[in-house]
């Protein structure tokens, strides 16, 4: 994957994106808007009304066949048998050693016949590994340069989406279901989906419609089109892992604390390494943590405690509800207490912090989720 502007892929929507004043940037070999107004405002706008995001980028496979559920069965670790039609479900593609080759969501359209949305940076590695696990009576199709994607994400997304689709369709949708629909003769598969703990949609149609309902979608009332930067700190504030950064192939789900999204009941390729591990002692896991201050560590920072080196970060930003740092780490698991101090560094810059359990953000108070750092915090504040 090149980050060179000159290899770099542009979605149907760059155009729309220049014309809104986003800035543009680098990411997973595509050229993105981070953002348009800025991070914060979009951040909280997302949070109150509703904000569009062009997700184009990511990849859509299809497995179609009498052997599709059987062999989809082994390659990921959510349980596909016995799940209704219409059903999305969260789950993970480990190689031998249980390392995750990438998280995806996968849509079952019939027991025939399913769809996969796969990370934009992994789709090749992706295709190939698929393709090399399943069984001739499968077909594999990579469809992704043919479907255009948009989530829209916040607690009005469900009107906005009403005024597109009608109310009964919205109302019939449950969580992590989708339904095949029309909104102004397009073809849609809706999902009632998303990765930022807002109710929300993600909307799959032809390429060629992209730029009509982007324009369609951000004429209703209090629709913001949102970049990658605020997508990446509403992911983080509800601790959900980013591919690339909290989770690869060099860690296992166990590690990360992503456990209840495997089935353990059925057989999958990595299974054996992760029963293995689950007899031993895991070697790391995913923390959570909340710094002192508004100033969070980045990437690759070392996490310190008693001033000994215990861990590495792998995301961390700002919080734009929490007005603090938040971000996480792998360490190893004696020094993995909630509550625990920790300094954060690059070996240029110290910042204090407590180790806690995620999600950070508790939506319904819209606060620290760990009540222990709360109060410390306001006692702090007085």
């Known amino acids: 994957m090149s980050e060179n502007n000159t290899d770099l892929k542009f979605t149907p929507l760059y155009q729309k994106h220049v014309e809104e004043g986003a800035r543009m940037v680098p990411f997973s070999?595509?050229?993105?808007?981070?953002?348009?107004?800025?991070?914060?405002?979009?951040?909280?706008?997302?949070?109150?009304?509703?904000?569009?995001f062009d997700i184009c980028h990511m990849g859509e496979f299809f497995l179609k066949g009498p052997s599709s559920e059987e062999d989809l069965e082994r390659i990921v670790t959510c349980q596909i048998s016995g799940s209704p039609e219409g059903k999305c479900h969260y789950g993970f593609m480990?190689?031998?050693k249980g390392g995750i080759v990438d998280d995806l969501i996968v849509y079952k359209i019939s027991p025939e016949e399913y769809m996969l949305?796969?990370?934009?940076?992994?789709?090749?590695?992706?295709?190939?590994?698929?393709?090399?696990?399943?069984?001739?009576?499968?077909?594999?199709?990579d469809d992704s340069d043919n479907i255009a994607k948009?989530?829209?994400?916040?607690?009005?997304?469900?009107?906005v989406v009403t005024s597109l689709c009608g109310e009964e369709v919205v109302l019939?949708?449950?969580?992590?279901?989708?339904?095949?629909?029309?909104?102004?003769?397009?073809?849609?598969?809706?999902?009632?989906?998303?990765?930022?703990?807002?109710?929300?949609?993600?909307?799959?149609?032809?390429?060629?419609?992209?730029?009509?309902?982007?324009?369609?979608?951000?004429?209703?009332?209090?629709?913001?089109?949102?970049?990658?930067?605020?997508?990446?700190?509403?992911?983080l504030e509800m601790?959900?892992?980013?591919?690339?950064?909290?989770?690869?192939?060099?860690?296992?789900?166990?590690?990360?604390?992503?456990?209840?999204?495997?089935?353990?009941?059925?057989?999958?390729?990595?299974?054996?390494?992760?029963?293995?591990?689950k007899k031993e002692a895991l070697p790391r896991v995913l923390k959570g943590f909340v710094c002192e201050g508004r100033r969070s560590a980045r990437s690759h920072f070392g996490v310190f405690f008693d001033g000994e080196e215990v861990g590495t970060v792998t995301s961390g930003a700002f919080s734009p509800c929490l007005k603090v740092g938040i971000g996480m780490c792998y360490l190893d698991p004696?020094?993995?207490?909630?509550?625990?101090?920790?300094?954060?560094?690059?070996?240029?810059?110290?910042?204090?912090?407590?180790?806690?359990?995620?999600?950070?953000?508790?939506?319904?108070?819209?606060?620290?989720?760990?009540?222990?750092?709360?109060?410390?915090?306001?006692?702090?504040?007085?």
């Open 29 to 52: 070999g595509w050229k993105m808007p981070v953002q348009y107004s800025g991070i914060i405002e979009e951040h909280l706008h997302t949070r109150s009304r509703a904000g569009l």
């Open 94 to 96: 480990l190689n031998e």
């Open 117 to 141: 949305v796969v990370n934009a940076g992994t789709v090749d590695k992706d295709a190939e590994w698929i393709k090399a696990n399943i069984s001739g009576d499968t077909f594999f199709i």
């Open 150 to 159: 948009l989530d829209l994400q916040g607690p009005t997304s469900g009107k």
């Open 172 to 235: 019939s949708l449950k969580r992590f279901c989708f339904v095949k629909t029309v909104i102004d003769e397009v073809k849609v598969i809706l999902s009632r989906t998303g990765y930022t703990g807002e109710l929300g949609y993600e909307l799959f149609f032809p390429v060629s419609q992209a730029e009509r309902l982007w324009d369609m979608i951000l004429s209703r009332e209090g629709v913001k089109p949102v970049g990658l930067g605020a997508r990446d700190t509403l992911r």
């Open 239 to 277: 601790g959900y892992s980013l591919y690339g950064s909290d989770i690869d192939e060099e860690h296992t789900p166990l590690e990360a604390g992503l456990e209840r999204f495997i089935h353990m009941e059925k057989d999958f390729i990595g299974k054996d390494a992760l029963i293995r591990q």
């Open 334 to 382: 004696g020094h993995a207490v909630s509550g625990n101090h920790i300094t954060l560094s690059d070996g240029r810059i110290e910042i204090g912090g407590r180790l806690t359990d995620v999600p950070f953000l508790n939506p319904r108070t819209g606060g620290l989720q760990d009540k222990a750092i709360a109060h410390k915090s306001k006692k702090e504040e007085r």
